[in-house]
Structure formats: C-alpha cells, structure tokens
C-alpha cells in the first residue's frame, strides 16, 4: 500500500512495491510488472510518478521494457535487490541502531549475546 | 472559418425561443384589440390614434414594445450570452460578429412582421368602420411599395438596434455607473434651462427640415451613420472588456 | 506549450501579479498552489483570455492568446459560473459548450452525467453547491480542449465525490493525454495527481518543481541551536521554531552525504515536511526565499 503521507517519495514507494513482490516471489523473473496507467488507476497517482519509480528499476536492471508491451522482471532481479537491500542495511540501518544503542549505553556484548540467541532461536 | 460558425450556431440558439416568445404575445394583443374594437365595439383606444387626421392604427403600437424588446434583447446579450461565450473559448471579435449578424437576423425577421402587419392592419381598420392611419412620415402604407416600407422598418429597427447594442455593452462594462451617469447628464441639463426637451425639438426640426428638403436620403443617411458609429463605438468597447464574476 | 513572459496585472493601484514567466510542458499535470487572494484565478482567467493583462506576453504553441480564435478554442477554463446564467437549464448549458468546443466529446459527457448522477433538468440555481461544481467538471473533461483548467474543481464536493472525480480525471488522461492545471487548496489529497507544483505568492511564482522532488528537498532539521547553525547557512530557511531547548529548522534545499553525516553523529533528527506543511511555509510571508524566476 502506499502511504501518501511518509517521508519516502511515491515513487520510491512505487520501486519499493515492485521490489517487494519481487523478494516475496509474487512476481518472477521474465514475469510483466504492472503498467504506469494500472499504478495510477490503482493508487491515484499520476502516471508520469509511477514511471519515474519504474524507471528507476530499470536504471539498476532490476527491470526492462520490451518496446510496446511493457515492462518485465530482468534476470537476476532477486539477487540484485536482495545486494542492494543488504548494502542499505549496513549502511543505514545497523548504524541507527547502533547509534541507538549507544545512546541508551547498551554493551556491544549484549548485543552480540541477543544476535547470537535470535539466530539460534530460529 | 470553423469558429465563427460555431459563435454564429451558439447565437442563434436562444434567439427562436425569444423572438417567437415575444410575437406571439404580441400578436395575440393584436388580435385580442381587433376583437374587441371590432365585435364588442369597444372605444378602447389601443394602438396609435392621431386626432389631427382622426385616423387609427392598432399595429403601430407594437412599435414600443418593439423597442424595449430590443432594448433587453441587447442587455441580455451582453450580461448573459457574452460572459458564457468568452467562458466557452470564443474571442470578443468573433463573438462581436455574430451579434451583428444575429442582429441583421432579427431586424429583418421583426420588419417584414411589421410592415406585413400595417398593411392588413389598414385593411382591418377601413372594414371596421375607422379611418385608417397609412402616413408615417417615413413611409405611407397606401402610396408605397411593400418592399420599400420593409426595408424602411429594417433601417429604423436597426438604429435602435445599435443604438441598444451599444448600451448593453455600456451597462456590462460600467454597470448601474452607465444609467447614473445618463441620468446626470439629462438633469444638469434639465438644471441648465430644459436642456434635453430643448435638443430634442431642436434635432427632430433639424430632421424635419432636412426631410422637407430631400425626404428620403436624408433618413438614410442619418440612419446609417448611426448605425456605423454605434456598432464601431461597441467594438472598442468590447475589446476591452473583462469578464466579470 | 504554453509559455508565459513578464506577465503583469493590476486591478487599479492593487497589483496583483509581478513579472510572471512560466512554461507549460504538454500532456502535464499541473498543480498551481497559493494562498486566498494570491492571484490563482486572476492568472487562470488570465491564460484563458477572460480578462485583459497590463503587459506580458502568454503564447500558445508559440502564437499569442488574446483574442486569436486557434488558441482560445483550444483552452478550456473551469470556474465557477457567472450568476447571470444561473436562471438556465443544466441541459442547455451542456447544449451550448457542445456547440463551442471543438473537440465536445458528447458520449463521454452523457457517460459522466451519469457517473455523477446529475438532474439535467434542473435550472443552475436549483442544484447544490457540490452539483453544480460538477457540472463545470462534466464541462472540462468532455470539452477535450489541449489545456484544460480547473479553478478550485473541489468546492462543495464530498470526499467520495472528489475521488470520483480523481478517478475519471487519470482514467481520461490514460486514455487521452492533455495538458491540464489545477488550482485547488486541498493539497495533500491532490499532490498525487501533479506532475509538477506551481506555487504563487506575493505577486510572484515563488516555485516550480516537480513533486516528488519538493518532498525530496525538504527537511525538518531538530536538534541543539548551536549544532544546527553549522549546516545551515547556505539553506533556505523556510521556518523556525523553539521546542523548549530544542531547536525546529524547516529548510528547502538539498543535504550533502556529509551534512547528512554530521546530522546524525550529532543527533540532529532529520525528517521531512509534509506537503500541506511545506506549502504554508513557502507562502508566508515571514521568511521570503528567491523567487522563481526563469524558465526551467
């Protein structure tokens, strides 16, 4: 769903969607991922902003147009969003929590001990 | 071109429906005197009676009505039809063409009415046992050819028409300002020793000597040239005009 | 498209709007945005040749606007209606913008009459506020002109109304792509619409941009007054605010990777504006940043 009112563009949110159902295997390689006009019907947006999120897909080959049918899930579409997710992971996420983590003056080693425990646990 | 002929279709839309309107209530009048002064015998005096040659014309009363009809008609056209024309994507020069036309259109349609209406009017009043009356200064029903008394009427309506052309444009741009402002000038020259009687009597023995000189032309003439002036006047006048709310 | 140079207007001493130059793409979706009286409709009206300008040029397809017949038949402006024609039928005003725009698209006007379930046998002034906007609406997209202009399309409608009419705008625009401006208040439903952001005040566009870029530019910077101060002087500073010892920074502009840095090392939250938000601070008067002015 796309939130109207986050912080995040639409069109981010609109790459994101894609991508998502590209992780989740809701649409597969070589599969066709909904048109500009199907995004704007669907979430009332205007076209031109579902396009730019899909453009960027196809900026990092995640997608590609077949000239007058639409755009389709590239080969390896799955391994590059799942590079590109860990990259942002490790260069935004962990360090908010880290920094979090040391503004609550929280041991690295207990964080270390949880890691381990979670992983274990599943 | 293409958008003049849809300006001329979006003119003549309404213009049926009100001059077919105002006809037959007319007409109806008309009728309803000719029964009255004629089966009931009636001394209603409804029309035109002149007591210097003891003659009578029911018809020639239209002549008042005539005249504001085209004096609302040319209100209304401003106030209602050229907001909504301007709004619907047509320019003031295009919109300015078809009320001339539509004007032509109307004139024409009211005079041949009219002179048809004199003609079986004096008919009506001679079998009804009146003097009828034929000579109005510009044309006489009994002397002159139907044509020339048809052609006589457009010219008259006409002038009026523009003339009306020219105030509805006035009042839409100036609002009530234009009529105060006519009222101004006509009681500072009541003030200034009956100013407006004085200039009436002045122009029309003006007219009438003229008349006296080369009787027909002369009408021509003037009304010509107050017809150009007026709709010249009425198109600087619309170009500058803005749409109001 | 259409592309505006060095527009003025006055109304008597009152001006109204100051040196606007603007460029209009084709097949757009505009959104023109600005305060109660910051001159939205005087600029429409403007555009569409209603109302005479004190100098400027506005230029269709490279022809001038004013009183040329190619270039008015292909605007179409939505307002609200002269009272004068009040008194008529919701029919015969139908009837009669079918015999003025070109390119009147009677099946889609009957298709809409129906969406919207209009009484078109009512006079004007018997209808509701809401109906009778939606019979401009109706007016607007059936007309199909190449720029269509809705001033204020939302008043007196009801939230379902409105996204009927969200919904049948995209679904033509789909079908039938033209360039289209709307002026309107309610920023947050409609921003999703635009393709780009028109924003008028104090006499001048003060922002042109596209929407998505405008929430990409805009950031709500909290934190300590003495840290804050050091990324900040080169931004513009669109609002400020003191929460108890924390200091809000509302800026337009763009963070560099390192500012973004420095932000978080020194527990600087940094978020976005909303959009309503954001709009209200670009047209107070308070803190005036460079106008728009050129073409992009």
Redesign the interface.
């Known amino acids: 769903m796309l939130d109207?009112?986050?912080?995040?563009?639409?069109?981010?949110q609109i790459a994101e969607i894609i991508e998502n159902d590209i992780l989740l295997g809701n649409l597969k390689e070589e599969e066709q991922a909904p048109s500009t006009?199907q995004f704007?019907?669907v979430?009332?947006?205007?076209?031109?902003?579902a396009g730019?999120g899909l453009n960027v897909l196809i900026e990092e080959e995640i997608l590609y147009k077949k000239r007058g049918i639409g755009m389709f899930v590239a080969e390896g579409a799955r391994k590059k969003i799942i590079k590109k997710r860990q990259s942002i992971f490790f260069k935004e996420i962990l360090?908010?929590i880290m920094?979090e983590a040391n503004?609550l003056e929280v041991p690295a080693e207990e964080i270390i001990k949880f890691v381990e425990e979670f992983r274990g646990g599943e | 071109?293409?958008?003049?002929k849809?300006?001329l279709?979006?003119q003549t839309?309404g213009m049926k429906k009100s001059v077919g309107v105002f006809w037959s209530v007319l007409l109806t009048i008309n009728i309803f005197t000719y029964i009255l002064i004629g089966y009931f015998n009636s001394n209603i005096r409804i029309g035109i009676f002149d007591s210097r040659t003891n003659t009578f014309s029911i018809v020639a009363g239209n002549i008042m009505p005539i005249f504001i009809f085209l004096i609302v008609y040319g209100i209304v056209m401003y106030?209602?039809d050229f907001?909504?024309?301007?709004?619907?994507?047509?320019?003031?020069?295009?919109f300015y063409k078809s009320v001339i036309f539509n004007n032509l259109l109307v004139i024409l349609v009211f005079s041949v009415i009219q002179s048809t209406l004199q003609v079986i009017d004096k008919n009506i009043m001679g079998l009804l046992g009146y003097k009828p009356m034929v000579e109005f200064s510009i044309f006489n029903i009994s002397t002159d050819n139907i044509w020339f008394i048809m052609l006589t009427l457009a010219l008259l309506f006409l002038t009026i028409a523009s003339i009306t052309n020219l105030l509805g444009i006035l009042q839409y741009r100036f609002g009530y300002k234009l009529w105060i402002g006519l009222g101004v000038v006509f009681t500072v020259g009541q003030i200034m020793g009956n100013f407006t009687i004085k200039t009436i009597i002045a122009l029309s023995e003006i007219l009438l000597w003229l008349q006296g000189k080369l009787h027909y032309p002369t009408v021509l003439i003037i009304g010509f040239a107050i017809i150009i002036i007026c709709y010249i006047l009425g198109y600087f006048q619309i170009?500058?005009a803005?749409?109001?709310? | 498209m259409l592309e505006i140079r060095k527009l003025n207007k006055s109304y008597g001493k009152n001006k109204v709007l100051t040196d606007i130059n603007l460029i209009i793409e084709e097949n757009?979706?505009y959104g023109l945005l600005g305060r109660n009286g910051a001159g939205k409709t005087t600029l429409l009206?403007l555009i569409?040749?209603?109302?005479?300008r004190n100098s400027g040029e506005i230029r269709l397809d490279n022809e001038e606007v004013f009183?040329?017949?190619?270039a008015?038949?292909?605007?179409?402006?939505v307002?609200?209606f002269?009272?004068?024609?009040k008194e008529r039928k919701v029919k015969d005003?139908l009837?009669?913008?079918k015999?003025?725009?070109?390119n009147w698209d009677e099946e889609y006007k009957n298709y809409l009459v129906k969406e919207f379930n209009l009484n078109v046998k009512k006079k004007l002034l018997k209808l509701s506020t809401g109906n009778k906007t939606i019979v401009g609406l109706i007016i607007g997209l059936a007309s199909k002109?190449r720029l269509t202009i809705f001033d204020e399309p939302t008043l007196g409608l009801d939230a379902a109304m409105r996204?009927k009419f969200?919904?049948l705008l995209?679904?033509d625009?789909?079908k039938n792509p033209r360039t289209i401006i709307i002026s309107t208040h309610l920023i947050?439903e409609v921003?999703?619409?635009?393709?780009e952001v028109i924003i008028l005040n104090e006499e001048r566009i003060t922002l042109k941009d596209e929407?998505?870029t405008l929430?990409?530019r805009s950031y709500f910077l909290s934190g300590r007054e003495d840290l804050i101060n050091a990324i900040i002087k080169d931004k513009r500073i669109i609002h400020r605010e003191e929460f108890g010892t924390t200091k809000i920074v509302g800026i337009y502009g763009n963070l560099t990777e390192e500012e973004i840095k420095y932000s978080?090392d020194n527990?600087i939250e940094i978020?976005?504006i909303?959009l309503q938000k954001l709009f209200i601070y670009l047209t107070e008067n308070i803190m005036k940043g460079e106008c728009y002015n050129g073409f992009n």
């Open positions: 109207l009112s986050s912080d995040k563009s639409i069109y981010v006009n704007a019907r979430y009332q947006i205007n076209p031109a902003t730019k360090p908010e920094r503004r | 071109m293409d958008s003049t849809r300006v279709k979006f839309y106030h209602e907001a909504l024309a301007l709004n619907f994507g047509v320019t003031r020069k295009d170009k500058k803005n749409i109001k709310k | 757009k979706i009206n569409s040749s209603q109302i005479l009183e040329n017949p190619k008015v038949e292909n605007i179409c402006l307002k609200d002269p009272d004068s024609i005003i009837a009669l913008a015999v003025l725009y070109k002109s996204y969200y919904n995209l679904e625009y789909e947050d921003a999703n619409l635009f393709e929407v998505s929430k990409e978080k527990n978020s976005n909303p």
